[in-house]
C-alpha cells in the first residue's frame, strides 16, 4: 500500500527501534498487547508532571482541569466507536473488568435458576470464566456456540441454542487465537430476534474492524486500552442506555453514590454509578489520545493496510509445508496461530525469538478452543499498524530455521 506512512508510523512507537540478540526486533504479539505512540507515553507523562489531581472530588484548579480532560477521554470513545451518549461509555480496567462488571450485575438483577447464558468456542476465558462463576452463584447454565473446522461460529447451531430460558450472549467480536472476525450484527439480530440482549468482546476487535455501536446493535461492547495502542489497566465498557439503567452496581465507594447514610445508600447516575473508587483516569486520558492517534492517521487505512499484511502473511506462511494453520476462515484478521509438525510451540516461539521475532506460545486463555482442535497450544503471529511485510519475511526465514534446527 504505496501511501501507507509506515516509516513513519514505526518511528511514532520508539519501542520499535531496538535490536533483541543482536537482531532489529519484529513484534509480532500485538494480541497479546500493542506497544504505544510517542504522543500517548508524552501525554501521560505531562498528566503526571503538570496535571494530576483528583477527578470529580475537589474544587481545585487542577482537578477541574483534569476532571475537564477525564470527560473529554469518555467523549473521544464515545466518538470512535459510535455511541449516541458519553454516559454509556464506563472506564473500567480492561475487558475483563468490563466483562465481569456486567456478568455480575446481570447475575444480581436478572437471572433465576434455570436460565441460560450462550457464549462460544473460540472465547477468551475472560469471556467464559466470569459467566460461569456467575452461572453458578445463580443456578444458572451455560450453551456453547460449536465452531467449524475453519475457525467459523456454526449460526445454524446458534440458532438452535436459544430457549425460552436464555437471558444474554456473549460472543467474541474477532478471535484472539483464529483471527476469525464473525458476523457480529447478524448474531446480534439472532439475539434480538429472541428478545436476548448481548455482550461483544472487542478486545480483538476495536482495533481491526470499524465498530459503531448503533449500527451493530449490540447491547454492550467491551474493549481493553492497551490492545489499541493505550496504556494497561485502562478499559471500556460501552452499554445501552436501558441495561446500564437497569443493572445494579457492580462494586461500592466513593463517586457511585448519591447519598450514603448507615440506613441506606441511594447511587449516582450514569456512567458514575459503575465507576467506583478513584479510576484510572490518567489511563482514560491516555487512551483517548492514542484513539486520536489511530484517527489521525484515518482508521480506514490502518485497516487496509493490515489486511494487505494478512494477505501477505497467509501466503506466506502457506509455503511452509509443514505448518499446520488453525483458523482458514474467509474472514479473517491478521492473527496467524499454526503449529510446526512435531516442534513444540514453546520451542518454535524460544529459538524464533533469538532471531529477534517475538511471538507468543501457549494456550492464548482459550483452552477450551484448543480442546476443540486436540492441541495443547500454538504460536501465534498477530500482527497491527506497525509491522512490516520485511518482519512477516522474517518470521518466515525464522520457522524455516526452527524447522531445519529440529530435524
Ligand atoms: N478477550 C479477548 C478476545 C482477548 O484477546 C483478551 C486478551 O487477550 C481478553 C478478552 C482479555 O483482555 P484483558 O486481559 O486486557 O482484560
Request: proline share 4%; glycine share 8%; net charge negative.
Amino acid at each position: 500500500m504505496n501511501d501507507f506512512p509506515i516509516e513513519q508510523i514505526r518511528k511514532d512507537f520508539p519501542i520499535l527501534d531496538q535490536l533483541v540478540y543482536g537482531k532489529p526486533l519484529a513484534y509480532l504479539d500485538n494480541g497479546a498487547t500493542t506497544q504505544k505512540p510517542l504522543r500517548m507515553i508524552e501525554a501521560v507523562n505531562r498528566l503526571h508532571r503538570e496535571q494530576n489531581a483528583s477527578v470529580h472530588r475537589s474544587v481545585s484548579f487542577l482537578s477541574d482541569k483534569i476532571t475537564q480532560a477525564y470527560e473529554e477521554a469518555r467523549t473521544t470513545v464515545q466518538k470512535f466507536i459510535g455511541a449516541s451518549k458519553s454516559l454509556q461509555i464506563i472506564f473500567t480496567s480492561g475487558t475483563t473488568g468490563s466483562i465481569n462488571l456486567v456478568a455480575f450485575s446481570f447475575g444480581e438483577g436478572i437471572l433465576e435458576p434455570g436460565d441460560e447464558i450462550i457464549i462460544s468456542t473460540m472465547e477468551h476465558h475472560s469471556n467464559i470464566v466470569p459467566w460461569q462463576m456467575v452461572c453458578e452463584r445463580h443456578g444458572a447454565r451455560l450453551r456453547i456456540i460449536p465452531i467449524t473446522d475453519e475457525g467459523d461460529l456454526d449460526l445454524d447451531a446458534y440458532q438452535n441454542l436459544f430457549s425460552d430460558r436464555t437471558r444474554m450472549v456473549a460472543v467474541t467480536h474477532v478471535s484472539n487465537v483464529l483471527g476469525t472476525i464473525n458476523p457480529v450484527k447478524e448474531i446480534v439480530q439472532i439475539a434480538h430476534s429472541h428478545r436476548v440482549p448481548i455482550l461483544l468482546d472487542g478486545a480483538q476487535g476495536v482495533q481491526h474492524e470499524p465498530v459503531n455501536v448503533v449500527d451493530l446493535d449490540c447491547d454492550f461492547y467491551v474493549f481493553s486500552g492497551h490492545k489499541i495502542y493505550g496504556p494497561t489497566g485502562i478499559g471500556i465498557l460501552y452499554g445501552k442506555e436501558e441495561w446500564l439503567e437497569r443493572l445494579p452496581p457492580y462494586q461500592g465507594g466513593g463517586d457511585m453514590i448519591d447519598r450514603v447514610t448507615f440506613e441506606k445508600t441511594t447511587y449516582n447516575g450514569l456512567p458514575f454509578k459503575f465507576e467506583a473508587g478513584t479510576t484510572n483516569f490518567i489511563g482514560a486520558i491516555g487512551l483517548a489520545e492514542s484513539l486520536n492517534y489511530l484517527t489521525g492517521i484515518g482508521l480506514d487505512k490502518i485497516i487496509r493496510y493490515e489486511h494487505e499484511l494478512r494477505d501477505y502473511a497467509t501466503q506466506k506462511l502457506s509455503g511452509i509445508k509443514q505448518l499446520r494453520m488453525y483458523g482458514t476462515s474467509a474472514e479473517k484478521a491478521a492473527i496467524f496461530s499454526f503449529v510446526l509438525e512435531g516442534i513444540h510451540p514453546f520451542d518454535t516461539g524460544m529459538i524464533i525469538d533469538k532471531f529477534g521475532v517475538a511471538v507468543r506460545t501457549g494456550t492464548h486463555c482459550t483452552m477450551p478452543l484448543m480442546q476443540r482442535f486436540g492441541i495443547e497450544g500454538t504460536v501465534r503471529a498477530s500482527l497491527c499498524l506497525y509491522n512490516t511485510t520485511d518482519e512477516i519475511d522474517r518470521l518466515h526465514d525464522a520457522l524455516n530455521s526452527v524447522i531445519d534446527l529440529m530435524a
